[in-house]
């Protein structure tokens, strides 16, 4: 079957559209109609040869009481759907009432399996019969799915005499028909297509950066591949055809099983379609999905593990619903989301402005830790998963979980404009649990927005895309793990830090510097003694003799009475300043992989304030259990180039010139 045989039955029914539904749907709700019609019809006729077996085997399941009918029904279709239903869509094409017609559509829509019902549910397609029966349109719909110069089955059409006239149409080209309708209709009206739809480049890249680095390491065997925000489940079945071709090049028998969650019905209903539609019904089995189906709520495989995972999470999304109905920031306690750490609890959960890093903590939890090849994940963020969060919020506690425990291989900023609906800045994060050795303790950053091409057209804000040289590229120089100026290698922790609080004493005029004040007496002082550099601090704790004074951690030593004491000052807010400490402080962080002790924090920490605060704040001092660990990957800081400076003889020609047209415009307004 040729690509320009496919190219004119997706035109053919891209054109049904035109012919039939032209004055009763506006442009954008065509795809109501067709996607939904499109998969019926090939799954009637797939099913035309085995009717009568079905037919034949639910009336004997019925008489002899049998309930669940499913598995047999399956068996004796042949397929992994059935229709139980009196007609196939042939029958209807001779019906003479409108009425006729509807209602046995109906009771042919309705004798379609279980999992097709799913499908035919989420695409709302029953809500369309009404309006077409009422344009009498529905018979001219059937008539040109059935058209004779179209040959939607499996299986040829013959001439009379036994030769072909038209080719059956396999799985694989039925799915790549379904796919290119999908296309065209997301890229039609491409306010949404973005929301549902990430462009093949960039799952092909995806697809290359899970798989490649492992290649030479895929044994014969099953694999399990996840999406927890599958769409219409095109980055599962491009991450499929890269492991098959991966795996069959080196001599493996492989299978796939593909398993993905999605909220939104039609996209949901699309995926399941297009995985029946390519004779994948175990898998379209294996998507879960509807709008009651939240990933982040309503987890469809609590426990499950996968081998190979990628996702293309929502951005910029709300989750405050999944957030109430897990019990409120207070409530959750999803293991997913509240997870141990190096002794102590880590609350992933972030801002319920925007869930895309819990889709990546979802996928995590996911991981195989008891294989040889473990885990791989590949998922696409916007920039704000790189920094949003202060230290000890989720988001940074996210990043902390991720880098401490040494899964992110590295992160490829892509080009600008790459998606549909946006022209943010995005990236592709690579994970595993499973880390080579040469790349262990370390991250990679690759710079690849200049590695694209142009598109001719643009597709809604898409205007360029990645080539097979692209990818290659940027594949390549991930392998390799040399340091360029598109690839930079940084060890763990110089994404970590300490942000430590640090704090001045309250000093206020006419006070007595010789004793400690209450908590009380401050409060009145601070709202009647007047604040002044050179007053005296105010005291508010007195210590036993023979305390050790440690200035940097507020215990100060003074004269009392003659005798030398150590006090503690009360802070002044107004001068209470925030420092973040890079781990890289610490010199032994510099070694990939190494995490700062107690003792590090400490010398690092006391260090850094010698050096860049008591010169300018000799009595300043911190509090250690104000400190929290942070992390965050400040992309562009690592590759930013500073614009060279212009020579002064360009300035003093700009400047010259500017002052010509100045002489020049006053002598036109003087009339000179």
């Not at 951690?553 to 003659?562: A, D, M, Q, S, T």
């Not at 402080?585 to 920490?605: F, K, M, N, V």
């Not at 590759?639 to 002052?659: G, H, N, Q, T, W």
């Amino acid at each position: 079957m040729e690509n320009g045989q496919l190219t004119w039955i997706t035109n053919f029914i891209w054109g049904i559209a035109d012919d039939v539904l032209r004055d009763l749907y506006v442009r954008g709700k065509y795809r109501d109609v067709i996607l939904p019609m499109t998969v019926i019809r090939r799954l009637d006729a797939v099913l035309e040869p085995t009717k009568q077996a079905v037919l034949d085997m639910k009336a004997s399941l019925e008489k002899a009481g049998i309930v669940h009918q499913d598995a047999a029904l399956r068996q004796a279709a042949g397929q992994a759907f059935y229709n139980t239903s009196p007609f196939t869509l042939r029958d209807l094409k001779a019906r003479a009432s409108r009425q006729q017609l509807e209602a046995d559509f109906r009771a042919c829509l309705d004798g379609f399996s279980p999992n097709v019902q799913e499908i035919i549910d989420n695409f709302e397609f029953r809500n369309q019969i009404p309006r077409l029966a009422k344009a009498d349109a529905l018979g001219t719909l059937i008539q040109k799915f059935l058209d004779s110069s179209i040959n939607l089955s499996p299986y040829p059409v013959l001439n009379s005499d036994g030769t072909v006239r038209l080719p059956g149409l396999d799985n694989h080209a039925m799915g790549t028909i379904f796919e290119e309708l999908v296309r065209r209709f997301n890229e039609e009206n491409n306010e949404e297509a973005g929301e549902h739809w990430t462009p093949r480049d960039a799952v092909r890249l995806m697809a290359r950066l899970i798989f490649e680095p492992i290649a030479d390491q895929i044994e014969s065997g099953t694999y399990l591949l996840y999406d927890g925000a599958c769409g219409t489940g095109g980055m599962l079945t491009v991450a499929e055809e890269t492991l098959l071709q991966l795996a069959k090049e080196r001599g493996k028998q492989v299978s796939v099983h593909l398993f993905g969650q999605e909220i939104n019905a039609e996209t949901y209903a699309i995926c399941k379609a297009d995985l029946l539609l390519k004779g994948e019904g175990d898998a379209a089995d294996n998507i879960v999905g509807g709008p009651e189906h939240s990933t982040l709520s309503n987890d469809a495989f609590p426990g499950r593990t996968f081998d190979f995972m990628l996702s293309n999470p929502p951005y910029g999304k709300s989750w405050k619903s999944d957030l109430e109905r897990m019990g409120g920031k207070a409530g959750i306690k999803d293991p997913r989301f509240v997870v141990q750490h190096r002794g102590e609890e880590l609350s992933l959960i972030t801002r319920s402005s925007d869930g895309q890093m819990l889709f990546l903590v979802n996928m995590l939890s996911k991981m195989k830790h008891d294989t040889p090849l473990g885990s791989r994940i590949a998922e696409v963020h916007n920039g704000s998963s790189l920094f949003t969060g202060d230290a000890g919020q989720g988001e940074s506690n996210i990043r902390r979980w991720i880098i401490e425990n040494d899964w992110l291989e590295a992160i490829v900023a892509l080009p600008l404009n790459m998606f549909y609906n946006t022209g943010i800045a995005t990236y592709v994060w690579v994970l595993t649990n499973r880390k080579p050795d040469h790349r262990k303790g370390r991250v990679q950053l690759i710079d690849a927005t200049q590695w694209y091409k142009p598109l001719r057209k643009n597709l809604g804000k898409k205007n360029c895309e990645l080539s097979e040289e692209d990818i290659r590229r940027i594949v390549d120089t991930f392998l390799k793990f040399e340091e360029t100026e598109q690839s930079k290698i940084f060890p763990n922790a110089a994404f970590g830090y300490w942000k430590v609080t640090v704090e001045r004493p309250l000093r206020l005029k006419g006070i007595d510097p010789e004793r400690a004040y209450t908590p009380k007496e401050i409060k009145a002082l601070r709202e009647t003694a007047e604040r002044a550099d050179d007053a005296p601090p105010v005291i508010k704790k007195i210590h036993k003799p023979g305390t050790a004074p440690d200035p940097l951690r507020g215990l100060f030593e003074v004269v009392i009475g003659g005798k030398p004491r150590v006090v503690e000052y009360e802070p002044d807010t107004e001068l209470r300043d925030s420092e973040q400490i890079p781990f890289l402080e610490c010199q032994a962080c510099h070694q990939p992989g190494y995490l700062p002790s107690p003792e590090d924090q400490r010398t690092a920490i006391e260090t850094f304030l010698r050096r860049e605060v008591l010169p300018y704040a000799p009595d300043a001092w911190y509090d250690p259990a104000s400190v929290k660990v942070g992390y965050e990957i400040n992309f562009n800081r690592y590759f930013y180039k500073p614009k060279a400076l212009r020579s002064l003889e360009e300035i003093r020609a700009d400047l010259l010139a500017v002052e010509k047209e100045a002489e020049g415009l006053l002598n036109e307004i003087l009339g000179g």
